[in-house]
Nanobody, 124 residues
Framework: VQLQACGGGLVQTGGSLRLSCTLSGGTFSMYVMGWFRQAPGKEREFVAALNRSGVRKNYGDSATGRFTISRDNAKNTVYLQMNSLKPEDTAVYYC??????????????????WGQGTLVTVSS
C-alpha cells in the first residue's frame, strides 16, 4: 500500500487549506484512514480519522470545530479540510491507513501505512 499526500503550503492565520491523500496498491474502501501531524521537536499528534464508509469520524482536540475529514471511495482519496488555521497548526501532516484499525484509534501505532507527509505553514 502506498499513500501520496498533497495540498500543504503556506497560508496566513485564519486561512484554509485542503489536504488530499490517495491510496494505491490496496482496496481503499477496506481501510480506516487518518491524519496525524508532527511539529518540530514534538511527538506525532492525532488530527482526525474516519471509518471505511466515511460516516463515523473522530477528531483530535486541536481539530474539533475547524477541520473536517472526509473520503471519496471512488477516488481512493481521503481529505482534510482545514479552516481558521492558526500558527500552532504549523506541522508536517501525514495521512495513515490501516485495514484492522478503528476510527476511534488515536495512536500512530494503530496505523500500519503512512504517506510521506506534506508541510503546512501558517504565518502570523
Amino acid at each position: 500500500v502506498q499513500l501520496q499526500a498533497c495540498g500543504g503550503g503556506l497560508v496566513q492565520t485564519g486561512g484554509s487549506l485542503r489536504l488530499s491523500c490517495t491510496l494505491s496498491g490496496g482496496t481503499f474502501s477496506m481501510y480506516v484512514m487518518g491524519w496525524f501531524r508532527q511539529a518540530p521537536g514534538k511527538e506525532r499528534e492525532f488530527v482526525a480519522a474516519l471509518n471505511r464508509s466515511g460516516v463515523r469520524k473522530n477528531y483530535g482536540d486541536s481539530a474539533t470545530g475547524r477541520f473536517t475529514i472526509s473520503r471519496d471511495n471512488a477516488k481512493n482519496t481521503v481529505y482534510l479540510q482545514m479552516n481558521s488555521l492558526k500558527p500552532e497548526d504549523t506541522a508536517v501532516y501525514y495521512c495513515a491507513a490501516d485495514r484492522t484499525s478503528t476510527f476511534y484509534n488515536r495512536s500512530p501505532g494503530g496505523f500500519s501505512s503512512w504517506g510521506q507527509g506534506t508541510l503546512v505553514t501558517v504565518s502570523s
